[in-house]
Each structure stands twice: as structure tokens, then as C-alpha cells.
């Protein structure tokens, strides 16, 4: 009688502390809150991080020769990352990737420019499908015999920074059609 009384409690205490805990399979389970967050944990995207170390008519991580190649530099706060490519439309090929979207200026620091500006950028998260179509023949080849591809490639020049919506940057602009094929002003260095 004594057992059946310790029974009835323990079940009582279980049922009013909201314990979810049950058994399937021979497993233990958490809540149903848990259980998602272990499926999303396992879901989750791979990233692969591919730093450049290219040569370019100037070196993007001095803050010196940024500085004296922009025409226009701003504080500004993205407003949009409209999306990211490596597809220009002129030479008909796959190139580097990189991100365009919309930015809000605060102060001008140097030079003129709207209160609002479409902005390209070199770099960006790009799926790696795509990311392959811009790499030689013979790297292509070999990512294709891998199994265990990322599902998607972070792009950037060493020293470079990723940028986010609704985050505030000092950014280095210029305006060169033959370089900033997809918006009016091209960052050629962002730093916050």
C-alpha cells in the first residue's frame, strides 16, 4: 500500500512539474522544443570560408591605399542585401562573387552622394553549385568527385569583413562602370 501511495506521488509530482519526457525506441526525448532545435542543429547549412589572396590595383586590406583610391567615403547602414552572383553579364563567364544591395548614408566623410545608394561589393555567401561554375576545369572536375561539398562558399578578400542589414559602416566607394557592372557605387572597402 505503502509503494502504491510513493507511486501516485512521484506520478503527481511529474504531471504538475510539465515533465515531457518520454520513451520511444528505447530512447529518452525531451521536449518537443528540444527535439526541433537538435533537427535544425543537424539540418544546418555547411559554410565553406575561401579567402583571396588576389592582386588588385590596390591592396584592399591597407587602409591607406583604400582610402586614397576612393572617390566617396560614407557612414552609412545597409538597408538590403538584394543577393549575390558570380555570372557578369558582359563577358558571358563566371567570375568572382559578389553582393549587391541598398544603403543609407548618414555622414559623408568625402566627396558627394545620395542620401540613399545601390552598392556592389566583391564577396559574398553563394551557393557552392555556383561557386564550382567559376573555378577552372580542373577544380571543377575534382569538386565534382567529392561527396562531402559545402552547401555554400563565404567569399572574401583576406582582411575583409562581412557585412550585415541593419549594421552601420565606414565605406569606401567609387563609381566604375567597368568594375561596378550592377549598381552605381562599388565598395572597395568596408570597415565597422
Known amino acids: ?46 559554410v565553406l570560408d575561401a579567402v583571396s589572396f588576389v592582386s588588385l590595383t590596390f591592396d584592399p586590406s591597407n587602409p591607406d591605399h583604400v582610402y586614397e583610391q576612393a572617390e566617396m567615403i560614407v557612414i552609412a547602414s545597409i538597408t538590403s542585401i538584394d543577393g549575390t552572383d558570380n555570372f557578369d553579364e558582359e563577358t558571358q563567364s563566371y567570375t568572382r562573387v559578389f553582393t549587391y544591395g541598398q544603403a543609407a548614408v548618414h555622414p559623408v566623410l568625402k566627396g558627394e552622394i545620395p542620401e540613399s ?59 566604375d562602370e567597368t568594375r561596378c557592372a550592377h549598381a552605381d557605387y562599388c565598395v572597395i572597402g568596408c570597415s565597422g
Open 117 to 175: 545608394f545601390e552598392f556592389e561589393r566583391i564577396g559574398g555567401v553563394i551557393e557552392f553549385d555556383k561557386y564550382k561554375l567559376s573555378q577552372t576545369e580542373k577544380t571543377q572536375s575534382l569538386l565534382s568527385q567529392n561527396d562531402n561539398n559545402p552547401d555554400y562558399v563565404n567569399e572574401r578578400f583576406d582582411g575583409d569583413i562581412d557585412i550585415e542589414v541593419n549594421k552601420t559602416y565606414v565605406m569606401y566607394l567609387i563609381q
Open 1 to 46: 500500500m505503502l509503494m502504491k501511495k510513493l507511486l501516485m506521488i512521484t506520478i503527481l509530482l511529474l504531471t504538475l512539474t510539465g515533465c515531457t519526457v518520454s520513451a520511444l525506441n528505447g530512447h529518452t526525448v525531451g521536449s518537443e522544443a528540444n527535439v526541433e532545435a537538435k533537427h535544425e542543429e543537424v539540418n544546418k547549412p555547411t
